[in-house]
T-cell receptor
Framework: DAKTTQPPSMDCAEGRAANLPCNHS???????VYWYRQIHSQGPQYIIHGLKNNETNEMASLIITEDRKSSTLILPHATLRDTAVYYCIVPSGGYNKLIFGAGTRLAVHP | KAGVTQTPRYLIKTRGQQVTLSCSPISGHRSVSWYQQTPGQGLQFLFEYFSETQRNKGNFPGRFSGRQFSNSRSEMNVSTLELGDSALYLC??????????????FGEGSWLTVV
């Protein structure tokens, strides 16, 4: 899998946008970027994924740079319930095998 | 539409025993994968099944095994339990067997405590 680098922790004020960066400089042309989050003691929750173009769904937006070497997950209006560990993953080699790193621990505060 | 369902949610076993965990994927999903999460090692891939065949396996000892049935339901088994097997075991499912833009959904997991 392409290696990803994320900051270990971030803070965000409730109601503000949370921008979570991810570096994946070794990504190859046909590899997707996936984002999951895990709230304490629960299973990972799928957020969004993308290949080249920016993507948006009801949960978040994913901005991928033109060279595809980095991306940013945007939670437009963070709430306390968005406090979680966020994982950026670039799987490769086929199969449904996700390699989870340490992720970014996002703390949303009032 | 029901999500990925795992049973049991919580269980306690004694060292040396074996355990079987069950996973029902989302309806229509044919690929099932398993993960182990511990505080020390984080989330680690165990194995993945598609069409009743194990297609990929993580770096775990042979005590960890699994299978998939014709209805895509899956079970994993851990034999001769050790204290270090205490973990959250997660099942994930998807329609397709690869990550080419395929969405993988996780269940809530089975908490195993070995005493």
């Amino acid at each position: 899998d392409a290696k990803t680098t994320q900051p270990p922790s971030m803070d965000c004020a409730e109601g503000r946008a949370a921008n979570l960066p991810c570096n994946h400089s070794t990504i190859s042309g046909n590899e997707y970027v996936y984002w999951y989050r895990q709230i304490h003691s629960q299973g990972p929750q799928y957020i969004i994924h993308g290949l080249k173009n920016n993507e948006t769904n009801e949960m978040a937006s994913l901005i991928i740079t033109e060279d595809r070497k980095s991306s940013t997950l945007i939670l437009p209006h963070a709430t306390l319930r968005d406090t979680a560990v966020y994982y950026c993953i670039v799987p490769s080699g086929g199969y449904n095998k996700l390699i989870f790193g340490a992720g970014t621990r996002l703390a949303v505060h009032p | 539409k029901a999500g990925v369902t795992q049973t049991p949610r919580y269980l306690i076993k004694t060292r040396g025993q074996q355990v079987t965990l069950s996973c029902s994927p989302i309806s229509g999903h044919r690929s099932v994968s398993w993960y182990q999460q511990t505080p020390g090692q984080g989330l680690q891939f165990l194995f993945e099944y598609f069409s009743e065949t194990q297609r990929n396996k993580g770096n775990f000892p042979g005590r960890f095994s699994g299978r998939q049935f014709s209805n895509s339901r899956s079970e994993m088994n851990v034999s001769t339990l050790e204290l270090g097997d205490s973990a959250l075991y997660l099942c994930a499912s998807s329609v397709q067997p690869d990550t080419s833009g395929n969405t993988i959904y996780f269940g809530e997991g089975s908490w195993l405590t070995v005493v």
